[in-house]
């Protein structure tokens, strides 16, 4: 009798945390598998302890794949716990990439951490040094 409530009590346990986790967990792993993101299920449970946004998260490391711009998730995850505006960044991120120039992430968090528009500061840089590919200060 014993044996069974133990049972009962475990079967009713796991039911109550996949009800909780299963909305966002499983829905994370189901859009890293998809978009073939490489993030671990451990990195995703550390991202959670640290009380990180891992939909902002993901949703920038898509972005910038689809993008393909390289960017590291340990650095995305650190400035995002900053307070810092990483969307603005990636975006310019892009939008320098399309332009043809090369702007690494950190010059483009501090950009916008200084509270620039990163548009209108690469549209400066590319006016002034013309033939200079690589964006050093913004």
């Known amino acids: 009798m014993q044996l069974i409530l133990y049972f009962l009590a475990t079967i009713g346990g796991l039911t109550i945390l996949?009800?909780?986790?299963?909305?966002?967990?499983?829905?994370?792993?189901?859009?890293?598998?998809?978009?073939?993101?490489?993030i671990s299920l451990q990195e995703l449970m550390f991202m959670y302890f640290r009380n990180s946004n891992v939909d902002l998260i993901l949703k920038l490391l898509i972005i910038s794949k689809k993008a393909n711009i390289i960017i590291d998730k340990s650095e995305i995850e650190?400035?995002?716990?900053?307070?810092?505006?990483?969307?603005?960044?990636?975006?310019?991120?892009?939008?320098?990439?399309?332009?043809?120039?090369?702007?690494?992430l950190k010059e483009a968090i501090t950009c916008v951490a200084s509270k620039k528009n990163i548009f209108d500061s690469i549209n400066n840089w590319t006016r002034v040094n013309p033939n200079n590919r690589t964006i050093t200060q913004l």
Do not use: C, P, W
């Open 18 to 38: 996949f009800v909780i986790f299963r909305l966002k967990i499983f829905q994370h792993l189901g859009l890293i598998i998809h978009q073939n993101l490489d």
């Open 78 to 104: 650190a400035y995002i716990l900053g307070g810092l505006d990483t969307e603005s960044a990636l975006q310019g991120l892009i939008y320098a990439k399309g332009k043809g120039y090369q702007l690494d």
